[in-house]
């Protein structure tokens, strides 16, 4: 059937039109965001395997623990979860993928930063316009519906192969919930306690950062969990473009039908999963 709309022929015009005049920019973008990955991971990586497992754990017992840590009640609670963050990280060490972990990690640390610079504010915009939201909205259902895959051609035009595509392909799959929790948080903030800060004199300013952003914390803490959890579904897909991590290794064993690599990285991706879900979850309700 001949086509009424060639809607990908213009697409593919604009794309070819932003290459060809913003070459200097894309090359910019991949020289930072290279850059960025291979320093943290080079930082990771000179790191002895278990002075990093300590930091995590003790990271992981005072986001459960809190203000308790220091007590026996605190300390039951957070047992649990640092049992996990122990055994699970020695697990992955073990099983010899202990580099392509922390690669992943700083492609899921690398890629959160970016999608919360970029959707906060963006959040903060929808909440206090209804016409930035009526414009934001769409673009956010778009962004949710359209197949992972499909991100990964613009993002090999302009970068060509390697850690930036898979980044680029990352935030642009992880920032809706950035977005969206944000705005939601601060229009469910109550209009009688916003009104009592107008009374009182409160700028605009004020109004923001004094009363809706930290009532609204919890809720944009979630949407932070959210876009963690999102990116870190991205590694296996941002493989296929060169990025480099335990979803290179799942990629590796699909093509070479090596049952035993695909599952061990991916129980590997999966006890990252669960050990930053849980971090960040106990953060958001404290």
Excluded: C, H
Excluded at 87 to 104: D, R, S
């Amino acid at each position: 059937m001949e086509k009424l709309i060639d809607i990908g022929k213009y697409i593919e015009i604009g794309i070819n039109a932003l290459e060809e005049n913003f070459s200097g920019l894309w090359g910019a973008i991949d020289n930072l965001i290279s850059w960025t990955v291979d320093s943290i991971n080079s930082v990771f990586l000179i790191l002895p395997f278990y002075v990093i497992i300590a930091l995590v754990t003790i990271g992981a017992y005072y986001a459960k623990a809190g203000k308790k840590a220091f007590t026996k009640e605190g300390a039951g609670k957070a047992a649990g979860m640092t049992a996990f963050v122990i055994l699970g990280l020695l697990l992955v060490w073990a099983m010899g993928y202990w580099k392509e972990a922390i690669q992943t990690t700083t492609l899921v640390i690398v890629s959160t930063v970016i999608a919360l610079i970029l959707g906060i504010p963006l959040g903060i915009w929808s909440a206090r316009s209804n016409m930035a939201n009526a414009i934001i909205r769409p673009i956010l259902d778009l962004m949710q519906t359209m197949p992972a895959f499909v991100y990964l051609i613009p993002a090999i035009f302009f970068f060509s192969v390697g850690n930036t595509p898979g980044v680029i392909a990352t935030v642009i799959f992880s920032l809706p919930p950035a977005v969206r929790l944000t705005s939601l948080g601060i229009r469910n903030v109550p209009s009688d306690v916003i009104e009592a800060g107008y009374a009182f004199g409160a700028t605009e300013k004020q109004i923001l950062f004094k009363i809706q952003l930290p009532l609204a914390k919890t809720t944009i803490l979630a949407g932070i969990n959210q876009v963690i959890l999102l990116a870190l579904s991205m590694v296996v897909i941002a493989s296929m473009v060169g990025a480099k991590g335990l979803g290179s290794i799942v990629y590796q064993g699909i093509q070479q039908n090596n049952i035993a690599k695909g599952f061990e990285a991916g129980l590997g991706i999966v006890v990252l999963a669960i050990i930053l879900d849980r971090i960040t979850q106990s953060i958001a309700k404290k």
